[in-house]
């Protein structure tokens, strides 16, 4: 199957700083990447939509300026928490989809702020 | 937009015994139905999909149905296993997944 690799898996940063997420199409080219927010026991919510080359679409109440997504290449999606704070810690999950609606996932980053 | 609904919220069920996940869609655009588990803090892993031109899909002990007419798709596990246990999503897209709520499968030794 295709893979996703999304790094970092795990990490904690300090109220008022930036944290950047890595999501990469290792074996596939990916025209378009998710980028997903999952609360605890609760389903993925998603937060935006990027394709190669052009301006992310996100969702009605994402913060575009506090969620930046960059879509580089067409196997790399970056997603920045910009002046993080508590409430901006969950989980975070990154999918590339290869043809038509496939998606494929990354294995996600908790992402704490303290 | 889609909406999707799955159920149950949870199940558990006896090593060896079959288990059964529902879900309904309300766009009839949607033509893409993908099955997702998820275990404990990772990434959804696809386990098998459908499409709308095709009624019924199995690949070993899991199998997917969809009734179009209805508008909704099961997923079949059979012959469960403790590694079985997981939260599994289904989805179903036009264009891009809409994710049900998700159910949480407990396989009991």
């Known amino acids: 199957g295709a893979v996703v690799s999304q790094h970092p898996s795990w990490v904690i940063c300090k109220s008022g700083t930036s944290v950047k997420i890595e999501c990469r199409s290792l074996d596939f080219q990916a025209t378009t990447m998710f980028w997903y927010r999952q609360f605890p026991k609760q389903s993925l919510m998603l937060m935006a939509t990027s394709n190669e080359g052009s301006k992310a679409t996100y969702e009605q109440g994402v913060e575009k300026d506090k969620f930046l997504i960059n879509h580089a290449s067409l196997t790399l999606s970056t997603l920045t928490v910009t002046s993080a704070h508590p409430e901006d810690s969950s989980f975070y999950i990154c999918?590339?989809?290869?043809?038509?609606?496939?998606?494929?996932f990354g294995q996600g980053t908790r992402l704490t702020v303290v | 937009g889609e909406n999707v609904e799955q159920h149950p919220s949870t199940l558990s069920v006896q090593e060896g015994d079959s288990a059964v996940i529902k879900c309904t869609y309300s766009d009839s655009a949607s033509n893409y139905f993908p099955w997702y588990k998820q275990e404990l803090g990772k990434g959804p892993q696809l386990i098998i999909d459908i499409r709308s031109n095709v009624g019924e899909k199995k690949d070993q002990r899991i199998a997917v149905t969809l009734n179009k007419t209805a508008k909704h798709f099961s997923l079949h596990i059979t012959e469960t296993q403790p590694e079985d246990s997981a939260v599994y999503f289904c989805?179903?897209?036009?264009?891009?997944?809409?994710f049900g709520s998700g159910t949480q499968l407990t396989v009991l030794p």
């Open positions: 989805a179903a897209s036009p264009e891009q997944l809409t």
């Open positions: 999918s590339a989809a290869r043809t038509g609606s496939e998606a494929f």
